[in-house]
């Protein structure tokens, strides 16, 4: 059996685990054969905890990520959301218990945004199909995320594709916050952005994240966006987590060759930690 790292507790966790994912194991098929992209992985996400996942492009991170949520069926392991066994469910059970109290970010929100949708509908939608809203109530609430997130409650109307990219990933982070969750998990969220404008969407999450008092796992490959946003990191490589500790301490003190070179030489981004 594999020895998982040892993880230092925070101060963040408390209470039970949101998620306990266990000795996950996920296989894809491809062309060339089997692909092993989690290898016996466990990670739990406890309430208002934020957690980065970090590691080189392949490492298994997007794909723990997922599992989490209940979109990608693992080999072996069991995911457990509050307790429930997320693969033991119906996949509506799934799909209905698990997008109520933990929304996705997309990496680039002209490809996860439906274009011919205006920005209300695309905000509204979630509140409609799981039914998290009364109707009348809808059109009120639509125009206080836009708010929360600083946009103009008059870009409702307009349609997702007059938009430019940090504004479409504002409305992306609304659409997140309209269930009212506990856990978002944003993927990639700036890197498909200018660099001018991703410092102030990872300002707003961060902001957002505590006014909330959310749990947030932000996949990245950039060490500079998990040193920003998170209190725990969990490095990946190779479907494995080689190496986890409070982020703080990875920074400093890291303990991996792998670590080490995933931290060398970024430079800085500007943000302000307000
Ligand atoms: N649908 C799929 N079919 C086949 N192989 C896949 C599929 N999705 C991911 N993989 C493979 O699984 C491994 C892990 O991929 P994953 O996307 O989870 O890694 P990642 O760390 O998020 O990478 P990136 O930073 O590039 O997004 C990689 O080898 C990848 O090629």
Do not use: W
């Not at 406890?46 to 693992?74: C, D, F, V, Y």
């Not at 490809?111 to 409609?128: H, Q």
């Not at 009212?180 to 994240?209: C, F, H, K, W, Y």
């Amino acid at each position: 059996m594999t020895t998982q790292p040892v993880v230092t507790p925070t101060p963040t966790q408390v209470g039970k685990p949101i998620f306990d994912a266990r000795n996950l194991v996920v296989t894809y098929a491809s062309k060339h054969g089997p692909v092993t992209a989690l290898d016996d992985v466990s990670l739990s996400v406890h309430p208002g905890q934020a957690i980065g996942l970090i590691g080189e492009s392949g490492s298994g991170k997007t794909t723990l990520a997922r599992s989490l949520l209940g979109l990608i069926t693992p080999n072996s392991g069991r995911v457990l959301y509050r307790g429930r066994d997320v693969y033991a469910m119906s996949q509506t059970a799934r799909f209905r218990t698990l997008s109520r109290d933990a929304s996705i970010v997309f990496q680039d929100p002209r490809s996860s945004l439906n274009p011919r949708l205006t920005i209300g509908s695309v905000i509204a939608d979630p509140m409609r199909v799981l039914g998290t809203c009364p109707r009348r109530e809808i059109k009120e609430r639509v125009q206080a995320l836009l708010d929360s997130v600083g946009l103009s409650v008059s870009i409702a109307s307009r349609p997702v594709r007059a938009l430019s990219g940090g504004q479409l990933q504002r409305v992306a982070i609304a659409r997140a916050l309209a269930v009212e969750p506990s856990v978002i998990v944003a993927d990639e969220p700036t890197s498909a952005l200018d660099m001018s404008i991703q410092g102030e969407v990872l300002n707003l999450l961060q902001r957002l994240r505590r006014e909330h008092d959310l749990a947030l796992i932000i996949v990245s490959h950039d060490m500079r966006v998990i040193r920003f946003m998170t209190d725990i990191t969990v490095v990946m490589n190779h479907g494995k987590i080689v190496e986890r500790n409070s982020t703080d301490d990875i920074y400093e003190h890291p303990r991996e060759d792998y670590t080490r070179s995933l931290m060398s030489a970024t430079p800085r981004l500007e943000l302000n930690d307000d």
